[in-house]
């Protein structure tokens, strides 16, 4: 996957960026040192433990806060009732059997994943669309509870800390890649990139039309704050 210059890439290259691009795929590369090379374990101290307790117990918290929000149907589609949207609880290539999304997430370019939507028949329904950008973003879940800002250009957001992959909830959407995903929405500048999520950081910012990353359908319309 060629990096352009003129359009900032959603997905920020890691230490291995250059097997990254020899693979064509972002995140298609996997870094794992010898075991002989693991670290060893920490050992906390009582105020380390005691915090990182802290922090699991206020990570629940949010979690459970979050999940109220979904209504969850039993058939592989998860209503979130703050915005009013339905969700396929399973990426598109994967396949919904009793509470799993089995198979793998298949990758689409922009404007394969848009075909793929049209007339897509699923849960009694084939309305289901590609979401826009925002609504994408509002599946982006951070277990810290922190978020960087995004930047003048929208760019960015990443969750912050030692955060947890994928960034969404997973009690809702499990067995997500920790991937690209794109959305409807074109760049207003250049109309060979389009906007998109990853729920490897949480972050958004654009890829090209030729880029190959995942997809999740929605239906419904997104519901404005007063």
């Given at each position: 996957?060629?990096?352009?210059?003129?359009?900032?890439?959603?997905?920020?290259l890691?230490?291995?960026?250059?097997?990254?691009?020899?693979?064509?795929?972002?995140?298609?590369?996997?870094?794992?040192?010898?075991a002989?090379?693991?670290?060893?374990?920490a050992?906390?101290?009582?105020?380390?433990?005691a915090?990182?307790?802290?922090?699991?117990?206020?990570?629940?918290?949010r979690?459970?806060?979050?999940?109220?929000r979904?209504?969850?149907?039993?058939?592989?589609?998860?209503?979130?009732?703050?915005?009013?949207?339905?969700?396929?609880?399973?990426?598109?290539?994967q396949?919904?059997?009793?509470?799993?999304?089995?198979?793998?997430?298949?990758?689409?370019?922009?404007?394969?994943?848009l075909?793929?939507?049209e007339?897509?028949?699923?849960?009694?329904?084939?309305?289901?669309?590609?979401?826009?950008?925002?609504?994408?973003?509002?599946?982006?879940?951070?277990?810290?509870?922190?978020?960087?800002?995004?930047?003048?250009?929208?760019?960015?957001?990443?969750?912050?800390g030692?955060?947890?992959?994928?960034?969404?909830?997973?009690?809702?959407?499990?067995?997500?890649?920790?991937?690209?995903?794109?959305?409807?929405?074109?760049?207003?500048?250049?109309?060979?990139?389009?906007?998109?999520?990853?729920?490897?950081?949480?972050?958004?910012?654009?890829?090209?039309?030729?880029?190959?990353?995942?997809?999740?359908?929605?239906?419904g319309?997104?519901?404005?704050?007063?």
């Open positions: 996957m060629p990096l352009r210059n003129t359009v900032p890439h959603p997905f920020p890691s230490r291995l960026a250059l097997c990254v691009l020899a693979a064509g795929l972002l995140g298609g590369c996997e870094f794992k040192p010898p002989s090379e693991a670290p060893p374990a050992v906390l101290s009582p105020e380390q433990e915090a990182r307790q802290a922090a699991l117990e206020a990570q629940q918290v979690e459970q806060a979050l999940l109220a979904y209504q969850i149907a039993g058939d592989g589609t998860v209503t979130d009732t703050e915005t009013g949207l339905t969700w396929m609880q399973c990426s598109l290539g396949s919904w059997s009793e509470g799993r999304c089995l198979g793998e997430a298949k990758l689409f370019s922009w404007t394969h994943a075909r793929a939507a007339g897509f028949e699923f849960a009694g329904h084939a309305d289901w669309r590609l979401p826009t950008q925002p609504e994408l973003l509002t599946l982006v879940y951070c277990s810290t509870g922190r978020r960087n800002a995004v930047n003048a250009e929208g760019y960015g957001g990443s969750c912050a030692d955060y947890s992959k994928p960034t969404l909830l997973t009690a809702a959407f499990p067995d997500t890649p920790a991937g690209n995903f794109w959305t409807s929405t074109p760049h207003e500048r250049y109309g060979y990139a389009s906007w998109g999520v990853a729920f490897g950081s949480g972050a958004t910012g654009v890829g090209t039309h030729t880029d190959y990353t995942h997809a999740r359908l929605v239906r319309t997104l519901r404005t704050s007063q």
